[in-house]
Structure formats: structure tokens, C-alpha cells
């Protein structure tokens, strides 16, 4: 069974920075991506960025330029790096790896709280 464990998130003031990390339980070349994803209250779970197997990035509009996803293949870990952060992107962080082989397609980490104050 795979899991992905989040960290890294907590209170900073809008302009701070933080940097989101995901643990996997096996090795990244497992999966075709891996991806953040944020869910703020009562909102629907959206999609920050995602980073393939082969390093392509793609970011959300709302996100480009402030945050950086990357992954550290001999840590099997992901990152999000978050600078500029505005009360807007205040939301539970999530975690998502994707590959065929997964139930479903995919699997997701426990989510990590992100709150940015004014």
C-alpha cells in the first residue's frame, strides 16, 4: 500500500513563505506524476501544480510565478515551495500521485494545513 505523508504547513503572515513536503512510501518513478492540490472551506479541491516523472511542471493560473514544485527522486519526496503568500491561500495542502497501477488511478496524503494571516 502506498503512502504519502505531508508536511511543512502553518501560520504565516501574507507575504511569508512555506515550503509544503510529501513523503512517498516507495520510490517516484512509480508514478507517471505527482501533483499539490488545495481545499479551501467550503470550496472545491483544486489543482496547485504537478510535476511529471520526467520533471515537466505545470502550474494553476492563481499560482504561477509565487509557488515551485519539485522532487528530490533519491528522497522520494515532492515540495512545494509557496513565497507571496496571500490570505487566499489559506486551505488544507494535499498530496496526489498518480499511476495506472494505483486503485483508482490515484492516491492522496493526509493534507497538511496552510493558514495565511492579514
Known amino acids: 500500500q502506498v503512502q504519502l505523508v505531508e508536511s511543512g504547513g502553518g501560520l504565516v503572515q501574507a507575504g511569508g513563505s512555506l515550503r509544503l513536503s510529501c513523503a512517498a512510501s516507495?520510490?517516484?518513478?512509480?508514478?507517471?506524476?505527482m501533483a499539490w492540490y488545495r481545499q479551501a472551506p467550503g470550496e472545491q479541491r483544486e489543482l496547485v501544480a504537478i510535476?511529471?516523472?520526467?520533471?515537466?511542471?505545470n502550474y494553476a493560473d492563481f499560482v504561477k510565478g509565487r509557488f515551485a514544485i519539485s522532487r528530490d527522486n533519491a528522497k522520494n519526496t515532492v515540495y512545494l515551495q509557496m513565497n507571496s503568500l496571500k490570505p487566499e491561500d489559506t486551505a488544507m495542502y494535499y498530496c496526489?500521485?498518480?499511476?495506472?497501477?494505483?486503485?483508482?488511478?490515484?492516491?492522496w496524503g493526509q493534507g497538511t494545513l496552510v493558514t495565511v494571516s492579514s
Open positions: 516507495r520510490s517516484l518513478f512509480s508514478f507517471n506524476a
Open positions: 496526489n500521485a498518480r499511476s495506472s497501477w494505483l486503485v483508482g488511478g490515484e492516491v
Open positions: 510535476i511529471s516523472i520526467g520533471g515537466i511542471t
